[in-house]
């Protein structure tokens, strides 16, 4: 379900001309309340997903264990809406195959529905300040970085405390993150993660956004490089709907020869 820098999709309009493949491919997994695989299945969640075109393609609900089936667009970009009482609306987005595809444990979860007004609480004035912003929007795009390794499971990798994080949308309007200091408060003048590795970009309006994450001085990096300043940095797809939010546990930064 993760995306590194899109420009790698390219080649699926070819795909999709030059062989014949379904329309639709089944994808099943199961819905968690804490990401990591670290929490319950949680029942009773309307699974929403959406096409490349950003048209509402499928829906189903999860059953007593979290677990679910639906019928997806193939070859395309899809975005998956978790929803449902009690529950703040939540966000992934990835990239699907020809074939029907598993989702792994711990990918997809659902946070409860105060977890917007957490966020605001945990990042404090930086948070205020941008959802007071003229025309901002009611999203929020949250996580955590680590470092990608290979074969290492995402809640083993190491935690990166000097990456920062800002939404791009199409226009070329930005959205810069909120981070904490290294005992986990809120520091409205923080500029990188610090050692909890935690980011949180407020006031993003409904829209398709690119989330990019990057790592080292901000300064001297060229945040269009995908490998600026020895890492490489990773962007992420995002659909951002009305007081939805995306996390991103982990969002990766990966280092150049790694």
Do not use: K
Not at 19 to 41: H, I, K, R
Not at 97 to 109: F, H, P
């Amino acid at each position: 379900m993760r995306i590194r820098n899109p420009a790698v999709l390219a080649a699926l309009p070819c795909l999709a001309t030059c062989n014949t493949f379904p329309e639709s491919v089944l994808m099943s997994g199961t819905v968690f309340d804490a990401p990591y695989d670290d929490g319950q299945g949680a029942a009773g969640v309307t699974v929403t997903t959406r096409d490349g075109s950003l048209d509402v393609f499928s829906d189903t609900v999860t059953g007593e264990d979290g677990a679910f089936e639906v019928e997806v667009a193939s070859q395309q970009h899809l975005y998956v809406e978790l929803s449902g009482e009690g529950r703040t609306t939540t966000l992934f987005a990835g990239e699907v195959g020809a074939y029907d595809m598993e989702v792994a444990q711990g990918v997809l979860y659902v946070r409860p529905d105060s977890w917007a007004a957490y966020l605001v609480a945990e990042f404090g004035a930086c948070a205020e300040t941008a959802l007071a912003a003229e025309g901002a929007g009611t999203g929020v795009i949250e996580g955590e970085v680590r470092l990608y390794a290979s074969g290492v499971n995402p809640p083993d990798a190491a935690i990166l405390g000097n990456a920062w994080a800002e939404a791009r949308r199409a226009d070329g309007t930005t959205w810069e993150a909120c981070y904490l200091d290294d005992a986990g408060e809120a520091d409205p003048d923080a500029i990188y993660t610090g050692a909890r590795g935690r980011f949180a970009i407020f006031g993003v309006p409904a829209d398709a956004l690119l989330l990019l994450v990057s790592y080292g001085d901000r300064d001297a990096a060229d945040a269009d490089d995908t490998a600026a300043g020895g890492w490489y940095s990773w962007f992420y797809e995002v659909l951002m709907l009305d007081g939805a939010v995306a996390p991103f546990y982990p969002a990766w930064v990966e280092q150049v020869g790694s």
